[in-house]
């Protein structure tokens, strides 16, 4: 089993910038094979954010965040970050670590994701 917590959320002004860590624990996190981000914001979908292969050379990020977000990935600490720049209010919403050990490919499918932290707030002011 594998433990996915979130941090770094809260509440920041239109252009400003927060940095989201989701440090893995667990007996098995030797298996996670791909990390990445949700975020879901109140009456929306769940909405894929960006994806880091296991080796942390390739990255993938939905349309509304390329070039603002930026995905790493730590091994040493068993940490990945999600560095947001520019955010905008429309960036309001819980945001979601997610592990897979299935897949070393690259999945938007949340099915795809064997394990998903508790969510962090992320709240931005207009």
């Known amino acids: 089993q594998v433990q996915l917590v979130e941090s770094g959320g809260g509440v920041v002004q239109a252009g400003g910038s927060l940095r989201l860590s989701c440090v893995a624990s667990?007996?098995?996190?030797?298996?996670?094979?791909?990390m990445g981000w949700f975020r879901q914001a109140p009456g929306k979908e769940r909405e894929f954010v960006g994806w880091?292969?296991?080796?942390?050379?390739?990255?993938y990020y939905t349309d509304s965040v390329k070039g603002r977000f930026t995905v790493a990935r730590d091994k040493s600490k068993n940490t990945m970050y999600l560095q947001m720049n520019s955010l905008q209010p429309e960036d309001t919403a819980i945001y979601y670590c997610?592990?897979?050990?299935?897949?070393?490919?690259?999945?938007?499918?949340?099915?795809?994701?064997?394990?998903w932290g508790q969510g962090t707030q992320v709240t931005v002011s207009s």
């Open positions: 880091i292969s296991n080796n942390g050379e390739n990255t």
């Open positions: 997610v592990a897979g050990e299935r897949y070393y490919t690259f999945t938007t499918n949340a099915d795809d994701y064997d394990y």
């Open positions: 667990g007996n098995t996190i030797f298996l996670i094979r791909a």
